[in-house]
């Protein structure tokens, strides 16, 4: 404990001090605790602390928590925490800290689920089973914080206010586990059976831990291939992440959800990622393209569905990279579709794409207001855009309003409220919204 300032020194052998008394009971009385139901469920506990992602340590307590008394309660948590998996040093310090943490949130939610008096069967276990769930996580939180304090110098609002919320989810979640393992401890079927109650519980949170870790990962690519493109293209800083906004807006009012909106949404943030493929020069030139450097850079598209054509999960986003600049007379490219040949992800993202360089400020154009923007998308629909997916934006910005900021920047009073007093000026097209020289 050298490392560690004093007041942490003294609060962690407090804390150790405050378990082994709470497990004096427990020993004095050896003969009245069912010593094999405590080695099991600590066995349990350390397989779960040993195993990467095993999320079994919290319903094995809390049905300690209703098995045991608190005593022997606690020393199911001690050798799991002993031996578990610590990634920072000093290690043996945090391994003791977690044993007595975890050792006293057990003891205390064993001696309130004993308040409740005998309760076997449901209902009845429901209520006490519930206040034990509360009290672990209220203990181990009220434990956390109180270490952060001693050992980091923070602020006691800082050490609890933050963590208690997101504390109270897990043992709330795993407590009905816990408590069908206690019920069936009992029942005719025995501990066998009650252990088997934590298996599908084990896989299901392995699955949905794998999800999360698939989603962050996927995420992550995203936003490297979008920091990529802004580095390169100065003009269209932060474009992408509002496309992928705007798109949602859309396909939400179209009725578009789950995996499907997350697909817009990847087609939206990389629509122009194939300006990854373009000469730097051209994406920065300030003055008119010619016409050879206007072919140049709508070959974006192409060079864009080639670079995510080995990702996965970017299967429908190809799409919408490829065709974005899609018109639906025919007028578009790179391959001229026309109406619905056009991909739908396709016409929802030119929508987006339209509507956010029409409102943004570049150093060749200024923002215009947003209804002036949607009374031209309105006029290019059904030559330029989808009249569904306009009328669509027009729906979602009435009920939500829009932040021109990125999701990083703020965004002044959230939204601009769509004032319909604004006069439209209607001798540009929607086609004026790229670069002086080329598309946006």
Same mark, same amino acid.
């Given at each position: 404990?050298?490392?560690? %300032?004093?007041?942490?020194?003294? /609060?962690?052998?407090?804390?150790?001090?405050?378990?082994?008394?709470?497990?004096?009971?427990?020993?004095?009385?050896?003969?009245?605790?069912?010593?094999?139901?405590?080695?099991?469920?600590?066995?349990?506990?350390?397989?779960?602390?040993?195993?990467?992602?095993?999320?079994? +340590?919290?319903?094995?307590?809390?049905? &300690?928590?209703?098995?045991?008394? #608190?005593?022997?309660?606690?020393?199911?948590?001690?050798?799991?925490?002993?031996?578990?998996?610590?990634?920072?040093?000093?290690?043996?310090?945090?391994?003791?800290?977690?044993?007595?943490?975890?050792?006293?949130?057990?003891?205390?939610?064993?001696?309130?689920?004993?308040?409740?008096?005998?309760?076997?069967?449901? %209902? /009845?276990?429901?209520? %006490?089973?519930?206040?034990?769930?509360?009290?672990?996580?209220?203990?181990?939180?009220?434990?956390?914080? &109180?270490?952060?304090?001693?050992?980091?110098?923070?602020?006691?609002?800082?050490?609890?206010?933050?963590?208690?919320?997101?504390?109270?989810? $897990?043992?709330?979640?795993? &407590?009905? +586990?816990?408590?069908?393992?206690?019920?069936?401890?009992?029942?005719?079927?025995?501990?066998?059976?009650?252990?088997?109650?934590?298996?599908?519980?084990?896989?299901?949170?392995?699955?949905?831990?794998?999800?999360?870790?698939?989603?962050?990962?996927?995420?992550?690519?995203?936003?490297?291939?979008?920091?990529?493109?802004?580095?390169?293209?100065?003009?269209?800083?932060?474009?992408?992440?509002?496309?992928?906004?705007?798109?949602?807006?859309?396909?939400?009012?179209?009725?578009?959800?789950?995996?499907?909106?997350?697909?817009?949404?990847?087609?939206?943030?990389?629509?122009?990622?194939?300006?990854?493929?373009?000469?730097?020069?051209?994406?920065?030139?300030?003055?008119?393209?010619?016409?050879?450097?206007?072919?140049?850079?709508?070959?974006?598209?192409?060079?864009?569905?080639?670079?995510?054509?080995?990702?996965?999960?970017?299967?429908?986003?190809?799409?919408?990279?490829?065709?974005?600049?899609?018109?639906?007379?025919?007028?578009?490219?790179? /391959?001229?579709?026309?109406?619905?040949?056009?991909?739908?992800?396709?016409?929802?993202?030119?929508?987006?794409?339209?509507?956010?360089?029409?409102?943004?400020?570049?150093?060749?154009?200024?923002?215009?207001?947003?209804?002036?923007?949607?009374?031209?998308?309105?006029?290019?629909?059904?030559?330029?855009?989808? #009249?569904?997916?306009?009328?669509?934006?027009?729906?979602?910005?009435?009920?939500? &309003?829009?932040?021109?900021?990125? #999701?990083?920047?703020?965004?002044?009073?959230?939204?601009?409220?769509?004032?319909?007093?604004? %006069?439209?000026?209607?001798?540009? $097209?929607?086609?004026?919204?790229?670069?002086?020289?080329?598309?946006?």
């Amino acid at each position: 404990m050298g490392a560690l %300032p004093a007041a942490a020194r003294v /609060y962690i052998a407090g804390a150790v001090l405050a378990a082994a008394l709470c497990a004096v009971p427990a020993v004095r009385d050896a003969s009245a605790v069912p010593w094999g139901a405590v080695a099991l469920l600590a066995g349990l506990c350390v397989v779960s602390e040993r195993l990467p992602r095993c999320p079994l +340590t919290v319903p094995v307590l809390l049905a &300690g928590a209703f098995l045991l008394p #608190p005593g022997a309660a606690g020393l199911v948590a001690v050798p799991g925490a002993l031996l578990g998996r610590v990634g920072r040093r000093p290690v043996w310090v945090r391994r003791l800290w977690h044993a007595a943490q975890f050792s006293l949130a057990a003891s205390a939610a064993s001696f309130v689920h004993g308040l409740g008096g005998p309760a076997s069967a449901l %209902p /009845y276990a429901l209520l %006490p089973a519930l206040a034990a769930a509360l009290t672990l996580a209220l203990v181990v939180t009220a434990l956390d914080g &109180g270490v952060l304090v001693a050992a980091e110098g923070r602020s006691p609002r800082a050490a609890w206010g933050a963590s208690l919320p997101g504390a109270l989810v $897990p043992p709330l979640l795993h &407590g009905p +586990t816990g408590l069908m393992t206690a019920l069936l401890w009992h029942s005719a079927y025995g501990p066998v059976a009650a252990l088997l109650v934590l298996l599908p519980m084990s896989v299901s949170s392995w699955v949905l831990d794998r999800c999360r870790r698939e989603r962050a990962a996927h995420q992550a690519t995203v936003r490297a291939l979008v920091q990529a493109v802004d580095l390169k293209d100065r003009y269209t800083r932060g474009h992408s992440e509002r496309v992928g906004r705007a798109s949602v807006l859309i396909a939400r009012e179209l009725g578009i959800a789950g995996d499907r909106l997350e697909a817009v949404r990847f087609a939206g943030t990389l629509h122009d990622v194939g300006k990854l493929g373009v000469p730097t020069r051209l994406l920065r030139k300030d003055g008119p393209l010619t016409a050879e450097e206007r072919r140049v850079i709508e070959l974006h598209p192409e060079y864009g569905h080639e670079m995510v054509r080995g990702i996965g999960f970017l299967d429908e986003a190809r799409d919408a990279i490829l065709h974005h600049h899609e018109r639906l007379d025919g007028g578009g490219y790179p /391959y001229g579709l026309m109406g619905h040949q056009i991909p739908e992800v396709a016409r929802v993202v030119a929508v987006a794409d339209a509507f956010d360089a029409m409102t943004s400020t570049r150093s060749y154009s200024r923002a215009r207001p947003v209804p002036v923007a949607l009374a031209e998308l309105h006029r290019c629909s059904g030559s330029h855009f989808d #009249p569904r997916m306009v009328a669509a934006l027009s729906r979602a910005l009435d009920r939500h &309003g829009w932040c021109p900021a990125s #999701p990083r920047e703020r965004c002044p009073e959230d939204v601009i409220p769509l004032s319909r007093n604004v %006069p439209v000026d209607h001798r540009s $097209p929607a086609a004026g919204y790229a670069h002086p020289g080329g598309p946006s």
